[in-house]
């Protein structure tokens, strides 16, 4: 069979339950990852034309929710395990943030420009999860007037905003300032 970079065969992950994750009580959870985002991504490695032929676009992103404490961070971790040798990158929501006018939003870029080594496999995927994500702040624009005119959320709203400019791909290397 045709190994993936993680050293997960698409055989073995069509079969993979959540035991082989060690993870529990998640089994439909893992079924839509599974049938989402990994097996796609392997696919892509065994016949990288095949997605497009199938008019299947990769995942780019992912988004779990749900309350404290219902296995959110552990899929992630067991997740980026199966999909890249890289090691993921863990971030909390708040340690994005800086007090000095632009930090904020440099710290985003840099997070997204700067893989962990991979030596092995440098083309391997960069895997970037944030914790503790809605900590960032309220909905954008919903600040309160602050005397100077701004917001008092402005800050979060330009991280949120670069964020969301990072995650969509727009920014490139050039896109240093």
């Keep these: 069979p045709v190994m993936h970079s993680s050293g997960w065969c698409l055989d073995?992950?069509?079969?993979?339950?959540?035991?082989?994750?060690?993870?529990?009580?998640?089994?439909?959870?893992?079924?839509?990852?599974?049938r989402r985002v990994m097996?796609?991504?392997?696919?892509?490695?065994?016949?990288p034309e095949l997605?497009?032929?199938l008019g299947v676009r990769p995942v780019k992103g992912l988004l779990l929710?749900?309350?404290?404490?219902?296995?959110?961070?552990?899929?992630a971790r067991r997740l980026s395990k199966i999909l890249t040798p890289r090691p993921p990158s863990f971030v909390s929501g708040p340690e994005l943030l800086d007090r000095?006018?632009?930090?904020?939003?440099?710290?985003?870029r840099e997070l997204f420009s700067s893989a962990p080594p991979c030596p092995e496999m440098p083309e391997a995927l960069h895997i970037i999860v944030f914790d503790e994500f809605d900590a960032l702040g309220s909905p954008r624009g919903g600040g309160?007037?602050?005397?100077?005119?701004g917001t008092v959320d402005s800050v979060r709203d330009s991280v949120v905003n670069q964020l969301l400019t990072c995650m969509d791909g727009v920014a490139t290397e050039d896109m240093s300032s």
């Design 39 to 47: 097996i796609p991504i392997v696919a892509s490695t065994r016949d």
């Design 51 to 53: 997605l497009a032929d």
């Design 12 to 34: 073995d992950m069509m079969k993979m339950r959540g035991s082989d994750l060690g993870i529990g009580g998640l089994e439909h959870v893992i079924d839509e990852l599974r």
């Design 65 to 75: 929710h749900g309350p404290p404490g219902c296995g959110k961070s552990l899929l």
């Design 144 to 149: 309160v007037q602050s005397g100077g005119g």
């Design 100 to 108: 000095f006018v632009g930090s904020s939003e440099a710290n985003v």
